[in-house]
C-alpha cells in the first residue's frame, strides 16, 4: 500500500489540527482535507476520494451518521473511522449501521491513531475483540428498545443468511462474540488463513463490508443475543 490519503472530519478546530500534525508526521500518511461538518466532509469525500475519512459524530448542518451513510452509499471506496469522546458513546452503533469500519477515541495516542487509520485503509475493521464484545451487546440492547426504525436498510431476515454453509454460519457467531481469525481458528482447530477466506465469503455472501458490520448483522438477525 502506498501513502494512505486522510480526511479529517470535525467541527472544533484544535483537534483537526492535532490529529493533521500528529498524522503528516507519519510517512505513510498524508492529511489531503479538513471538513468543519458532515456536509463539508461529503462534498470533500466526492471531490479527493481520501482512502480513509475520520468522523466526528456531532457535527452541525450533517452529523457523522449521516455523513457516513451518504459516503458509504456512494460506494468511491473511502473508508469511515469515527471519532468519539467516550467508548460507549450513544451514537457509535448507528454509525456502524451506516457503515463506518470502526471508531477511536479522541484521546488515542499518535500511534493507536496512525495504526488505525492503516487498519482501516488495508480493508479491516477497526474493533479489537473486546470492545466489539462490550460495545456491541450494549448497543444491541439499546436499539431493541429505543433505536428508531432504520427504513434506508431493512431488517435481516432468514433468506439473508440461508446461502452461508454451516461453518461460515459458526464463523459469523465467533465474529459477533468479538473472536480474531487466530481465536477463531484456534476454536474451530483449523488454519487461520481458513478463517478468513470463511470471513470474505460470509461479507461477499451477506453483501457486507467489513468484520463490525458482520458483527452487527448477527445480532441484528438474532443469531447471537446479547448478554
Not at 483537534?15 to 500534525?21: A, L, Y
Not at 471538513?35 to 475519512?53: I, W
Amino acid at each position: 500500500m502506498g501513502t494512505i490519503r486522510v480526511l479529517i472530519a470535525d467541527d472544533q478546530m484544535m483537534i483537526r489540527e492535532g490529529f493533521s500534525v500528529l498524522l503528516n508526521a507519519m510517512p505513510d500518511i498524508e492529511v489531503i482535507g479538513e471538513a468543519v461538518n458532515g456536509r463539508e466532509a461529503v462534498r470533500q469525500v466526492r471531490e479527493l476520494a481520501p482512502d480513509v475519512v475520520l468522523m466526528d459524530i456531532r457535527m452541525p448542518e450533517l452529523n457523522g451518521i449521516e455523513a457516513t451513510r451518504e459516503i458509504v452509499a456512494a460506494e468511491g471506496g473511502s473508508k469511515v473511522l469515527v471519532l468519539t469522546t467516550f467508548d460507549l458513546d450513544e451514537y457509535v452503533y448507528q454509525a456502524l449501521r451506516a457503515g463506518a469500519s470502526g471508531f477511536l477515541l479522541k484521546d488515542a495516542s499518535a500511534r493507536q491513531l496512525a495504526d488505525g487509520v492503516r487498519v482501516v485503509a488495508s480493508g479491516e475493521a477497526l474493533l479489537a475483540p473486546s470492545v466489539t464484545r462490550r460495545l456491541i451487546t450494549e448497543f444491541s440492547k439499546l436499539t431493541e428498545f429505543s433505536e428508531p426504525a432504520d427504513t434506508s436498510r431493512p431488517a435481516p431476515r432468514a433468506a439473508a443468511y440461508g446461502d452461508l454453509t454451516d461453518r461460515e454460519t459458526e464463523v459469523l457467531v465467533l465474529i459477533a462474540h468479538g473472536l480474531s481469525n487466530a481465536e477463531i481458528a484456534e476454536r474451530l482447530v483449523v488454519a487461520e488463513s481458513t478463517i478468513k477466506t470463511h470471513v470474505s465469503r460470509v461479507l461477499v455472501k451477506l453483501g457486507l463490508r467489513d468484520r463490525t458490520q458482520a458483527a452487527v448483522f448477527a445480532y441484528e438477525a438474532r443469531l447471537v443475543t446479547p448478554g
